[in-house]
């Protein structure tokens, strides 16, 4: 269900009824406040802004690439990957430096269509990247790949606090009000966050997660915003990981839901993920050329391959047909395991295409598991989760005002906005964040029941039940209503009671709009 206004497009009934809001309440307020509200609305317009963040080296740029479908940030080296980089929708692929006191330069592509590893501009005085590029990706969630947190390099991780948690200065081109420093504050912030761990995740990346949600100033990061990959599972040794059966993708996929549990009340999920053969799979970073570097390979003796894939620097030096340069180009783009997988998947149909090896590759990177769950988790709920975001940065706005009468009306405003069915949504994502982050205690299958009713944007989704008719539908949204209802009453622990009447009301409201 979207929307467009003047803003942009709003991503749903609660997002407009919040713009209303501002735009009411503008002529009522402060100038500074009202210049407050138009950055408001100006970020409800915009799509979903989710921060890539996680530890130094993680591979958070080599995952946006994969996202994108394009090798644009810089992995590895170089003075970019110590800033951050918003990456956002445009007609006409465009990056700019933006400076600290506002002011922004255009900058070539680097020749491989990246951006330029070394800017070529005092990078003490950046703030940081914007990045517009025609991915279609971007329409929907605009990604922001950030510098490593916990890491030693201070000037980078203050870097990085201050602009998720701090708005970029305000676009002036209406000639309106600049905002001063506690207005930006309270406006800004990443709403959502893909948070990539590797395998040595701890207790204390949990103080990283919460530092970073320090840096995303009101916002708080929980289940309903914040989902986790664990990157680099190709990296994992199988043997380490107890019932992975030698299998690498099967440890990966037991180590997840380990550090599932240890993040929980802090993101939904933990998935395993290959950024690096995401990347190359995604972006065309790995081609035809490359296909055929692998089929040689597949066609030495059984003794050889089996040596060279020991170890990477045995792969690259050993003496064999292929050139050394080629093998460390096949190394980079897809590392041992990736190698291997494309070996096999060769050795199996000597007759694949390199387009087929590529989507084989893909496959085994595990990136449309990720997809799929940040459109559940992000996209079903931008609504809920933008309006929330908004709604925080009214509040803070009319506290900043120091008038009370001004802080009333804002109140009062917001009071009857809560009223209206719509906000319900907000309820909802409060009582699954309980039930999410095991808060609150419930029977599995309720449990599953209550994410199902607050991820999904469709109402058969939501009642589980996709293609059904509408009066079936309306029955059970009817039947399941009533049941959550007497659940509420009887049966239920009082913090389960609080839950089910939110889900009760849910369905309440899901039957009226059905009838
Ligand atoms: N084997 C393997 N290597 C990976 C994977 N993802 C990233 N890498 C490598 O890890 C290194 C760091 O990747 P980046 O994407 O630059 O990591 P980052 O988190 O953005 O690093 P900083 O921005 O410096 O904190 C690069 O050499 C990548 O090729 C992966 O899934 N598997
Ligand atoms: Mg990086």
Redesign the pocket.
């Known amino acids: 269900m979207t929307a467009t206004t003047d803003q942009g497009r709003l991503a749903g009934p609660l997002s407009v009824s919040v713009a209303n809001l501002c735009r009411r309440l503008q002529p009522q307020v402060s100038a500074r406040t009202a210049a407050g509200f138009a950055e408001v609305l100006r970020r409800l317009g915009a799509p979903l802004q989710v921060a890539v963040a ?10 946006v690439n994969a996202l994108i479908g394009r090798r644009v ?1 810089p ?2 080296v170089g003075e970019c ?2 800033l951050v980089t918003r990456f956002q929708y445009g007609t006409v692929d465009r990056i700019e430096v933006v400076f600290a006191g506002g002011h922004k330069q255009v900058l070539p592509f680097a020749p491989d269509g990246s951006i330029p590893a070394e800017l070529g501009v005092d990078i003490s005085k950046v703030s940081h990247i914007e990045a517009y590029l025609t991915s279609a990706v971007l329409q929907d969630m605009t990604v922001i ?1 950030t ?2 947190l916990g ?1 030693l390099d201070a000037a980078s991780v203050s870097r990085t606090e201050q602009l998720l948690g701090a708005a970029q200065a305000v676009e002036s081109a209406d000639g309106g009000d600049e905002l001063d420093e506690t207005s930006r504050n309270a406006v800004a912030g990443a709403e959502a966050v893909l948070y ?1 761990v590797t395998q040595g995740v701890r207790a204390d990346d949990q103080q990283a997660l919460a530092a970073f949600t320090a840096a995303t100033a009101s916002r708080e990061a929980g289940p309903v915003n914040a989902i986790a990959v664990l ?5 994992i040794p199988p043997e380490s990981v107890e019932g992975s059966g030698g299998d690498v993708w099967r440890a990966a996929s037991i180590l997840a839901e380990k550090q599932g549990l240890l993040l929980k009340p802090r993101v939904a999920d933990v998935l395993p ?5 995401a ?1 190359s799979a995604e972006s065309g970073n790995f081609t035809s050329a490359d296909a055929d570097a692998v089929s040689e390979l597949a066609a030495l003796d059984d003794a050889t391959r089996e040596t060279m894939l020991m170890a990477a620097d045995i792969f690259t030096s050993w003496d064999c047909e292929v050139p050394a340069g080629t093998r460390l180009r096949l190394l ?1 783009k897809l ?1 041992l ?1 990736g190698i291997r997988r494309a070996i096999d998947a060769i050795r199996a149909d000597e007759t694949i295409t390199a387009g087929a090896l590529r989507r084989l590759l893909l496959a085994a990177s595990g990136l449309d598991a990720v997809r799929a769950r940040l459109n559940t988790v992000f996209a079903a709920r931008a609504d809920g989760i933008k309006a929330a975001a908004a709604l925080a940065s009214v509040t803070a706005l009319a506290h900043a005002s120091g008038d009370p009468a001004e802080r009333q009306r804002v109140h009062d405003a917001i009071e009857v906005l809560l009223a209206k069915p719509e906000a319900h949504q907000l309820r909802l994502l409060e009582a699954l964040t309980l039930v999410v982050a095991g808060a609150v205690d419930m029977p599995e299958d309720l449990a599953e029941e209550v994410l199902r009713v607050g991820s999904n944007a469709d109402i058969d989704e939501q009642l589980g039940l996709p293609g059904a008719s509408r009066p079936e539908l309306a029955a059970h949204a009817l039947e399941r209503a009533g049941w959550w209802r007497s659940f509420a009453s009887f049966g239920a622990t009082p913090a389960q009671s609080r839950v089910a009447h939110v889900v009760h009301r849910a369905y309440f409201l899901i039957w009226q709009q059905l009838r």
């Not at 990157?231 to 990296?235: F, G, P, S």
């Not at 993920?273 to 053969?277: E, H, P, Y």
């Open positions: 996680g530890r130094i080296k993680s591979g958070k740029s080599t995952l940030a992995t590895d990957t110590r790949d510098p490593g890491s990539v990157n680099k599972a190709d990296t993920v290959i950024g690096l053969i990347e980079e590392d395991y």
